[in-house]
């Protein structure tokens, strides 16, 4: 799916949902610090279009501190592959800009992002079976990218959860051979499996940031649900493409397929996005423990 040109996180980073969490304040973010793959790469940006932090930047009138590199994972150390990932290259680089004082960004100001996961769930790892790790490792990996940054000052997260992979091109049911992946394979199997390891991807990220959140005094967390948006994407694309033909996901992933094979650049399919269906995807993380739990008499045990 090329639709790396998105425009559609203009960060409600200002929204903050109800449900008592408090998120940020409107106006309080000055600075964007992105990390992930190449779904936020601001240079290699595959469809050679803009990528999203510099529309959101724009948008929100804030800074922009772009670390996300195309083919990372979270961790080498669990899915090795010869890119920047986040914890071997994105953070240290960070960390020495902070350290040499190239950077200085007032924690109240900032929000940090992290969209990662595409490739460590992707082909040669845990679709293919190709390393030790799992699903776990994974989850976990992602969570600790809010500890380290939390411990060196930073308070404000937008973690964005993994897109519906199984409709990517290459994950597809009816996928063909193609430059990333064309050795023999159960497609379907794939793509059942791709479907459990987004799901379960996100919904571990989920509870483990749940959990972290109220141990980590003065922070926010919030979630943007990239699963949602991008789903509805799939199911509605004229509610968000425009573009000189009406969208037709199908011949899209034909011609990406023909370009993968010939290994020539995409530019299988361009289009605007608007904002209208994507209001508020960002999900705010209660701050506190929820009070003592009260346990109901249980019902219905008398047999
Ligand atoms: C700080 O480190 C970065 C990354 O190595 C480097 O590009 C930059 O020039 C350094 N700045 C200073 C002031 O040393
Ligand atoms: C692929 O996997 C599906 C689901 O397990 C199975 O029904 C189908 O027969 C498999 N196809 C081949 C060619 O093995
Ligand atoms: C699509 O939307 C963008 C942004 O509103 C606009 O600039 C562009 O002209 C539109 N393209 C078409 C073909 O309607």
Redesign the pocket.
């Known amino acids: 799916m090329r639709v790396s040109s998105a425009s559609w996180v203009p960060l409600a980073i200002y929204a903050a949902s109800a449900l008592g969490a408090a998120g940020v304040r409107p106006k309080q973010v000055k600075n964007l610090v992105t990390f992930g793959d190449s779904y936020t790469d601001t240079v290699i940006t595959g469809d050679g279009g803009v990528a999203w932090p510099i529309y959101a930047a724009g948008y929100a009138q804030v800074s922009l501190f772009p670390f996300a590199r195309a083919g990372a994972t979270c961790s080498n150390d669990i899915t090795f592959r010869p890119f920047p990932s986040v914890f071997e290259s994105q953070l240290p680089?960070y960390f020495?800009?902070k350290r040499?004082?190239?950077l200085k960004l007032d924690p109240k100001e900032t929000i940090y992002t992290l969209w990662i996961g595409t490739n460590d769930l992707g082909v040669n790892s845990l679709v293919s079976g190709s390393n030790k790790a799992s699903i776990v490792d994974v989850a976990a990996c992602m969570v600790n990218w809010v500890k380290v940054l939390y411990a060196s000052g930073a308070r404000n997260f937008l973690f964005q959860n993994m897109i519906p992979l199984q409709t990517a091109p290459l994950y597809a049911p009816d996928s063909q051979p193609n430059r990333y992946w064309s050795a023999p394979r159960n497609t379907t199997e794939w793509s059942v499996f791709m479907t459990e390891l987004a799901l379960s991807g996100n919904a571990l990220t989920k509870l483990m940031l749940q959990a972290l959140a109220p141990s980590l005094p003065g922070s926010h967390i919030g979630i943007f649900d990239s699963h949602a948006l991008f789903a509805d994407i799939f199911a509605h694309p004229a509610a968000y493409l425009n573009g000189t033909a009406p969208p037709n996901w199908r011949k899209m992933a034909l011609q990406e397929h023909a370009q993968q094979s010939k290994a020539l650049p995409g530019t299988a399919f361009s289009g605007s996005m608007s904002f209208i269906r994507a209001n508020k995807p960002i999900e705010w993380l209660p701050e506190k423990l929820p009070g003592p739990f009260k346990v109901e008499k249980a019902d219905g045990q008398r047999g």
């Open positions: 680089l020495t800009e040499n004082g190239s």
